[in-house]
């Protein structure tokens, strides 16, 4: 006995209604594994198949790209809050092939796997802004973050421990000037048993064991980094335009998944978001699109009525119920 497909649909830019005529074809679908693999605990959780045999090309109308995820593995993605579980959860029947009574199952009881905590999808967005945006904010936050650094040296020497300074540090990061800035904890690194004070300046974090230089030189590079996004801004050029386009989608998704719980194929923005794509409008135009997106995602989790937690209970207990069947099955 083999995998059993208990769905099968098309994804990506098709879905969206942002492909072009040299847009690939990808599927995704969910899989149960062969009731032996279950028992001794070797399902594959991924399936992967590409029609390219050559993977240094890119891929062209032609080429076909499938994943599928295991119904465990798929489940774990859905819970939390993942882009790509979502996003099959919400593709529309005209685009899903011979859907199981288990995928049936699976999207009627979709008010149990959904919640406003989509970490996933925020964290994508933040990433992606952090890395495209050009807001005056962020520029600031960085700035200062690295002339206190250099001043730190200057004063103490480059090989100074940032933690003998942490009060300084914590005055700065409450500074109302730099909303962009503030004070973690976290694992060591190397050590996760071991909790670490951080800062956080526009999603780049220094430990407190570091040193005044690596610090600074951390800093230094993401003002180096905001001045040459300043000249593509006035260039616009060298732009991963489809990056954008996909954050900017993933944002717009994430909005309307946290206010009216689905999620829309094609994306109603889908004309906007070819133009992006196609790298028809300013650079400086979709970043600020991306940014007042970050923080309109911002202000919808705090509005959202979704769960604050999906019912982890009940999927671990619809997954062990289809696993059992497939386990006796084979055992028969």
Known sequence: MME????????GSHVYGTNLPTSDLDFKGVHLPEGRDILLQRPRNTINVKS??????KNGPDDVDFESFSLQQYFKLLL???????TMLFVPDRWVREPSGTWEAIREHKDRWLHRGVSAFAGYCRQQANKYGVKGSRV??????????EALMAEHGTGFKIREAWDRIEALAADPRYQHMQILEG????????????LDVCNRKVQEHVTAKEAYKIYKHLVDEY??????????????WKAMMHALRVCREAEELLLTHTISYPRPEAELLLRIRKG????????????AG????????????????????????????VYRTRVLGAAA
């Not at 390219?52 to 090309?57: E, G, L, P, V, Y």
């Not at 001045?227 to 991963?240: C, H």
């Not at 028809?280 to 940014?291: G, I, N, S, W």
Request: aromatic residues 6%; contains cysteine.
């Open 52 to 57: 390219k045999s050559d993977a240094t090309k």
């Open 294 to 321: 970050m923080d309109r995602l911002e202000e919808c989790q705090a509005a959202s009525t979704l769960p604050a937690e999906p019912d982890r209970a009940f999927a671990e207990e619809f997954v062990a119920s």
């Open 4 to 11: 059993t497909a208990l769905v099968k649909m098309q994804f």
């Open 80 to 86: 939390e809050g993942q882009t790509v579980a979502l």
């Open 280 to 291: 028809e409008l300013p650079y400086r135009e979709v970043a600020e699109l991306l940014e």
């Open 227 to 240: 001045g040459q996004r300043a000249l593509l801004a006035e260039k616009n050029e060298g732009v991963d």
């Open 140 to 149: 600031a936050a960085s700035r200062a973050a690295m002339e206190f650094f």
């Open 187 to 198: 694992n060591l690194r190397g050590r996760p048993e071991l909790i670490v004070r951080m």
